[in-house]
């Protein structure tokens, strides 16, 4: 039997554990996949301690995944562009690899899932934190007309678009430089709705048929999809798909096979709705 965990902290409410056990079930794969909570003043002992003890891969999540990044021997492109990572690899020799999955989950959701063309689209990534950074490369290698991104203080979405610039077009700005401007995806990936808040888009920067993705999901309609609903959006999703995408890149990347993600979101969407 093969170890693998989260780290996290809070840990408690992650759905990882669950989510990794319907894979391996799935699969026939001989795994354990535990939760544990990560210590805010030695993140980097406890993740020693996990491989010392055997453990194969971890995933890591909020607050630790730029911590993580700083541990690894060697790291993914993604990664790199992302500057932090949600998965660690034990390798043959030992060595640690870092990946970041985000991204793919992002992209796999909208294209595969949901069946988004991302050819010559107009894309608006909206937040220019660790979520929207986490997921820039493989967004910028869709083939989409272009990205904007748009954050609050916008020398950071600015800084954005100069780590993204080598993989696709991008652009940053702030909410000011959106007027008059149309997209055809808007993506959230502030984190405006935790606090029940809604990012100042401008009311007309939905494209007729456009659809709205927000990287967050919940228990309930998040404000950012009621937004997307109020804009006509033609879909309005919320990220339970990525978050089942990103697992299942990870999975891959640690097992070599790849699970089916749709019975294990449907499973999710019942529980969460
Ligand atoms: P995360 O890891 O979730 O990305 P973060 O790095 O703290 O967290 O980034 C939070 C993002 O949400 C930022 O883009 C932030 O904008 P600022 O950089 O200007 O702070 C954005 N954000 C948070 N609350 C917001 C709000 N009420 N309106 C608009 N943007 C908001």
């Known amino acids: 039997t093969d170890r693998y965990a989260v780290i996290g902290n809070p840990i408690a409410h992650s759905k990882s554990p669950l ?30 301690r996990f491989f010392a003890e055997g453990g194969r891969g971890l995933n890591v999540t909020v607050p630790f995944k730029e911590q993580a990044y700083s541990l690894v021997d060697e790291r993914s492109e ?7 990572l949600n998965t660690l ?15 793919i989950g992002l992209v796999r959701d909208l294209c595969q ?10 894309i608006l990534l909206v937040g220019a934190g660790g979520a929207a950074r986490g997921v820039l490369k493989p967004l910028l290698e869709t083939g989409l007309a272009h990205l904007t991104v748009v954050n609050r203080t916008p020398s950071k979405s600015l800084e954005l678009a100069r780590l993204g610039a080598a ?3 991008i652009e940053g700005m702030g909410f ?3 007027a008059g401007r149309r997209f055809d995806l808007i993506i959230n990936a502030t984190s405006a709705g935790l606090a029940g808040e809604l990012p100042p ?11 709205v993705y927000d990287m967050v999901y919940g228990d309930q309609v998040t404000p950012f999809c ?19 995408e990103q697992a299942a890149e990870s999975f891959w990347l640690w097992r070599g096979v790849r699970p089916d993600t749709a019975p294990v979101i449907a499973e999710l969407r019942t529980q969460c709705k």
């Open 19 to 48: 989510i990794h056990a319907a894979f391996a079930r799935q699969t026939g794969q001989d795994i354990v996949y535990d939760r544990i909570l990560g210590s805010l003043t030695d993140f980097a002992a406890d993740v020693r």
């Open 78 to 84: 993604a990664a790199a562009v992302a500057g932090a």
């Open 89 to 103: 690899i034990r390798l043959p020799d030992g060595q640690l690899r870092g990946d970041n999955t985000d991204g």
């Open 113 to 122: 899932n949901h069946g988004f063309t991302f050819r010559d689209q107009r």
């Open 167 to 169: 993989y696709g077009p």
């Open 176 to 178: 000011d430089g959106l």
């Open 201 to 211: 888009l401008p009311e007309d920067c939905l494209a007729p048929g456009g659809w």
């Open 226 to 244: 009621r937004w997307g609903r109020l804009q006509g959006a033609e879909r309005s999703l919320d990220g339970l798909g990525m978050l089942v």
